[in-house]
Structure formats: structure tokens, C-alpha cells
């Protein structure tokens, strides 16, 4: 059985993308050379909340890509051949650009490795932020967030679910925070 405890509602989640928005366009001073990329596949849902954000505050349009990790993992091994590759998108170069990767949940800082691997390989950057809309905890590697939206402390055993709706999820939107009780 599952418990679970939502931390972040539909509105909670909207305040908090909107602030996130208005915190990447005051550091990089609007949106010269910016663009953004979506780890696939809630950070690619998150980084196009974000372009719309910043379409709406700057009423200009910033470069959306999106990164699918799968061959850059470390753990590529362990997955086996069920490990599922999908499109990376990113049409535009990255060259110079200041590039904001964006995910959902940071925690160990694995994926956010294996996006850097894979982003590099699109060309060189002037830099690369990293926005995410939740910060767990539990680092493996250092890797921290320039943008976090909400910090979360959770234990190893708990996990972090955001809940959208262009994953499926219909209802509310939720950020949840949910361990596997024994029975």
C-alpha cells in the first residue's frame, strides 16, 4: 500500500513556474541567446510551460528543444534491452547559446549528467543552467540547481511523482510525495 502526501497543487504549480520564469529572464537579462531544453519526458513538459512564461513576460519567443538521456545513462547496462530510446529535439544550434535545461525532480544528479554528456554533443554552449521544479535531496554526484522550485527533503525510500497533465493525468495537477508502506 502507498501513502501518499501532495505537496504542490495545480495553482501552487503555476505560481511557481511563472516565478521560475521571471528568475531566468532577471539572471540572463532577457532572452538574448537563450533557449531552452526539456529532459524528456516532465522536463520537456516543464520547459515548454516555461517558454510560454517567458513568451508571455518578454513578448518574444526563445528556442525550445527537448534531450531524450537514454544512451548517455549510466546505468544503460542495468535497463537491458527494455530500455526505451526516444527523439531528441533540439533544431537550432546550442552554439554560444545560453542554454537552461530543465527537469522535474532533481535527486541523485545522474540524469542531470547524462543530459550535459548528451547537450554537449549538440555543440558548445556559453553556459548551462539548471532548472528544475523539484529539489529532493541525496545527491551521488555534485550537480546543483540554478533554478529550483520548490525544495522537497524526502528519505532514499520515499519518491517524488509530478503529476501533469500532458502525461496523462487528468484532475488536478499535483506534486506528491508518496513510500511504499510494508504490509
Known sequence: MKKEKQVCDTEILRRTIVRMAHEILERNKGTKDLCLIGIRTGGAHLAHRLQEEI??????????????????????????PQAKVRATDISFDVTEKKVILVDDVLYTGRTIRAALDALIDFGRPQSIQLAVLVDRG????????????????????????????????????????SLEEKS
Open 55 to 80: 513568451s508571455k513576460i518578454e513578448k518574444s519567443e526563445v528556442p525550445l528543444g527537448v534531450v531524450d538521456i537514454t544512451l548517455y545513462r549510466d546505468d544503460l547496462s542495468e535497463r537491458g
Open 138 to 177: 541525496h545527491r551521488e554526484i555534485p550537480i546543483k540547481a540554478d533554478y529550483v522550485g520548490k525544495n522537497i527533503p524526502t528519505s532514499p525510500s520515499e519518491t517524488v511523482e509530478v503529476r501533469l497533465k500532458e502525461e496523462g493525468f487528468s484532475g488536478d495537477e499535483l506534486v506528491v510525495v
